[in-house]
């Protein structure tokens, strides 16, 4: 019942492949790719460990070539979503029951085999199903996902180990870690694998089982992932996959007595939506569910006139368009001093202008085409607006135009706004369209008051000076705008042990995946106090 604390591996970062021409990793990629695109995988639910091909089917399709279907995915209903509950409650025993090194040992097994024998196949299905170029696929479904399960693992342990320092006179008090006292829903976004999969996978370490429903835009890659995990011997009803769409999963869930948690990425929308119904639903629950969310964000770059305009210019460049700007993390809003602003303009636009943007296939591509049609959509719309008003406020620095006829794709487009609140600079977007304020140098400080009250969200940003008052007085006036702040460097590119991940305001409950904090609310920890030599007389010494 209680844990033995064995000696785990300390954990280091996964090195990140280059994928160069001529190099053997890529020929084995390349080659990975052509397998999959070739095939067209059925993908079922799986619940208590048994693959239910339910006939309700969803195509899914290359973001690159939406005429290409390169899965079938078979949705779930009500009666799954049951079913998955139960096969959730019914495991929940023996795997709390394992010993933590048991727990442990699955999700270090499956770091070493995502190192070797599974890397080309998740990475080949992020690229094909969510148009990651072979570097965003590399340091997402690989060495993210490797450092997730390595660190999570050398966190518990750590955890275990923290015990109640004294001890009284023939008494031994200790800390028993419990899983959470019913079943922990897990929601994934598609814009990371990695986090697809850490968010049932962190709960399940600790002992908790899992309902998941990972995005159907990312599904061949999740279930790439899960067959992984059954093949190293994940047990029945660990986790259950069920995928749907929300409103047929979600609402069913959280009506149930059992549930005792929520682990979600996604948007801030349906995030505040299913606080609501946990809400309305607070008195049928068998304990208080954990609720964890990472939601949007309107992360920003601020400049202040001693910045390198160079550095800035290559920070908005990559933080703004790399996975065609589909991080939640990606730089959306940009300030810059009218002394800095010549420059940076362009140098954005002579690096915008060498950028290719194609299928991720191709390995000199370094931008693709955004998820589905309907974010084609959404973001094209934005991006007619925009040209619709070149001369009325608005500049369109390069870019700002899209195409949909093979791909959806929309080109990474910068357009500066006389307007400080203009909707480019308020509105999340989830895409690569950045907005950019050209401010005066003397404007610093209400710069800064600026940027803190634009946006709702409090996820990412960037600071870019070489003078250091200046960066001290950002550090003091933005601290509670940003979760991860970042300084002469873009806001994006979190690595798992250096910058554990989350933001607070709209932007969720900054539980920092990546970190012992993440783990500790899938637990509920028992406090436990043993007397070797109970008393026998009722009496205290001060009756006598």
Known sequence: MYASVAHTPAPVNEPVKSYAPGSAERASLEKELARQAAQVVEIPCVIGGKHIYTGRIREMRMPTDHGHVLARIHLGGPEEVEAAAHAAEAARHDWAALPWEARASIFLRAADQLTGPWRDRVNAATMLGQAKTAHQAEIDAACELIDFWRFNVSYYRGMLQEQPPANSPGVWNRTDLRPLDGFVLAIAPFNFTSIALNLPTAPALVGNTVVWKPATTSALSCWVLFQMLESIGLPPGVINLVSGDGPDIGPRLLRRPELAGVHFTGSTGVFQGMWRDIGANIANYRA????????????????????????????????GFEYQGQKCSAASRVYVPRSLWPTVRAECAAMMAEMKQGDVRDFSNFVSAVIDERAYKKLGSWVDRLRGEVGQGTEIVSGGHHRGEVGWYIAPTLARVDDPHHALMETELFGPVVGAYVYEDA???????????????????????????????????????????????????????????????????????GAPGNLMRWVSPRSIKETFTPPTDWRYPFLG
């Open 443 to 513: 404007a610093w400080a209400d710069t800064l008051r600026l940027v803190d009250t634009t946006s709702p969200y409090a996820l990412t940003g960037a600071i870019f000076a070489n003078d250091r008052y200046a960066v001290e007085h950002a550090m003091r006036e933005l601290r509670h705008a940003a979760g991860n702040v970042y300084i002469n460097d873009k806001p994006t590119g979190a690595v798992v042990g250096q910058q554990p991940f989350g933001g607070s305001r709209a932007s969720g409950t900054n539980d920092k995946a």
């Open 288 to 319: 208080y569910p954990r609720i964890v969310g990472e939601t949007g964000g309107k992360d920003f770059i601020v400049a202040h006139p001693s910045a390198d305009a160079r550095a800035l210019a290559v920070a908005i460049v990559r933080g």
